[in-house]
């Protein structure tokens, strides 16, 4: 799995100051991350993890670490994010007796000795890596053997409604990011070291009464547009009142549907990374749930 095309990928520092911004606004707008974080928590539950030291990596305000001290009550919840300013709103929900301890740092590049994690949890954060396979590699890093890595993502066909409204006003345009195909993240997880991936798709479909309350989500969850092919220019009255009328164009029963691919996905910490360009299982194998 390569990473994305120079023009495709994120800005790092525009990503990183619209996340800071939306971590007063997150909790207001976040009822995608809380039904893909329900959804892992179902897929959770069945599993047997002897958890001492677990790490939600993409934490963001704190609510699938808070989940996470529930679920297992003895182990030590470290939050992780790029954000300082979604650690700190973080730090406000933790209770007197938390063993939750933030850390500000890179989700390829984390502050932890090898095989020194029993889980790696991560709900949304994804979408907001350019490259998912040094992701991949540094999860099977820390990950000791036999430890469980747990993530929800977003997939190609997430926002094609938004992407065919942004084309009808400027074709050519980059305004919409680019999520990696269900196949390409089993590919990359079996190269990166990781064992027995299983994943599976399930889809949302979100009804907005008009596109200002669907900016406005975007907004409040940092979800604007921080592509580096963008055009830096600003965008005129006239060329956003068409890019609404495309989007109204779109709308049934009234409302503007936007559709969500949302990738779900569990695997294994093998005790070792991957040798050069090993690979140890064609992803065409990798077992898949049909909902």
């Not at 090898?114 to 991949?136: E, G, K, R, T």
């Not at 036999?146 to 345009?173: C, E, I, M, Y």
């Not at 599976?200 to 669907?214: M, W």
Request: proline residues 4%; contains cysteine.
């Amino acid at each position: 799995m390569n990473p994305v095309d120079d023009k495709q990928a994120l800005v790092r520092r525009d990503m990183w100051r619209r996340l800071d911004h939306a971590a007063k606004s997150l909790d207001n707008a976040d009822f995608v991350h809380e039904m893909t974080r329900n959804a892992l928590f179902d897929r959770l539950r069945p599993i047997v993890v002897d958890a001492d030291v677990v790490v939600d990596l993409g934490a963001a305000t704190g609510g699938s670490a808070q989940a996470l001290s529930r679920l297992y009550r003895r182990a030590r919840i470290i939050p992780l994010d790029l954000s300082r300013q979604m650690l700190a709103a973080a730090q406000h929900k933790k209770g007197w007796f938390s063993k939750q301890t933030g850390v500000q740092a890179d989700a390829a590049r984390m502050p932890f000795a090898d095989q020194s994690i029993d889980l790696v949890f991560s709900n949304l954060m994804l979408p907001w890596i350019n490259d998912p396979q040094a992701v991949f590699s540094e999860v099977s890093r820390v990950l000791r053997k036999g430890g469980l890595f747990s993530f929800a993502t977003l997939g190609p066909d997430s926002f094609g409604q938004l992407r065919r409204a942004w084309n009808q006003v400027d074709p050519g345009g980059r305004h919409v990011a680019f999520f990696s195909d269900m196949h390409d993240l089993g590919d990359g997880l079996v190269r990166a070291g990781l064992a027995d991936p299983v994943l599976d798709v399930d889809r949302l479909t979100i009804s907005y009464s008009s596109p200002a309350t669907l900016f406005r989500d975007l907004t409040m969850t940092g979800a604007r547009n921080s592509l580096s092919g963008r055009k830096k220019s600003l965008f005129g009255k006239r060329r956003f009142r068409e890019l609404c009328e495309a989007l109204e164009g779109l709308a049934v029963d009234g409302a503007i549907p936007v559709d969500l691919e949302l990738v779900y996905g569990h695997c294994w910490g093998s005790g070792r990374a991957p040798a050069g360009d090993e690979v140890r299982l064609d992803a065409g194998q990798i077992p898949i749930r049909r909902r």
